[in-house]
């Protein structure tokens, strides 16, 4: 199976993400693109969040246990207009997005839950230019075999709904040191995975209303 870059991969199918880092100190200067990007912002927690998701992971047919596993809930800024535009461009090329973690709890031989929360991040002025929004995009988890980061997701749409995604991965890859951090995302039921089913593990991602 064909792996992508998970970044770029990741920011295709979200529509323009990018990579995250633990946020700074803050700066009393104004923000550049680059600070936005590398996310050196003292992004602000909402202290009672209620919009409340409990994640459960299941993984079948896989060739053997995993290294870790992980997830991130990946938010981004709904008016990027509240940032500042980008220097170069003078347009609004990067939107503003948090990576933060989810922690996964084992409840079977191959059953995972964690829980994400819609309104974790508070919505306040980060940059002097007006209220940014925060929105969850997606829940990301990170299947760690190897060399190999295995990293499906689930769209906030399909947690809002409840309705489960399905991935399929290639067992070729599972543990696969050849290359240094390589990352699958996976895919979704096809003719081609149809025919070769035996060569491939799945995960499935769903989401239950936890609201407290």
């Not at 938010?75 to 347009?91: L, R």
Request: hydrophobic share 35%.
């Amino acid at each position: 199976m064909k792996r992508i870059l998970f970044t770029l991969a990741l920011c295709l199918a979200l529509a323009a993400c990018h990579d995250d880092t633990a946020p700074g100190s803050g700066s009393t200067t104004t923000p550049t693109r680059k600070s936005i990007m590398n996310d050196k912002l003292n992004i602000q927690h909402n202290p009672h969040p209620k919009m409340r998701y409990e994640i459960t992971l299941t993984i079948q047919d896989a060739p053997g246990p995993f290294d870790s596993i992980t997830g991130f809930m990946l938010y981004q800024v709904e008016n990027k207009q509240c940032s500042p535009e980008d220097p170069i461009s003078g347009t609004y090329g990067h939107r503003p997005s948090k990576h933060v973690p989810i922690e996964f709890t084992r409840t079977s031989d191959n059953t995972y839950t964690g829980t994400v929360y819609l309104d974790l991040l508070q919505n306040a002025d980060y940059f002097g230019l007006g209220v940014c929004h925060w929105k969850m995009a997606a829940a990301v988890v990170l299947l760690k075999a190897g060399e190999v980061t295995f990293s499906p997701d689930i769209s906030l749409n399909k947690i809002t709904i409840q309705q489960s995604e399905i991935r399929y991965f290639s067992k070729k890859a599972y543990g696969d040191t050849s290359i240094k951090d390589q990352h699958d995302i996976g895919a979704p039921m096809s003719e081609i995975i149809t025919r070769y089913r035996d060569e491939f593990f799945f995960t499935t991602l769903i989401a239950k209303e936890s609201f407290q």
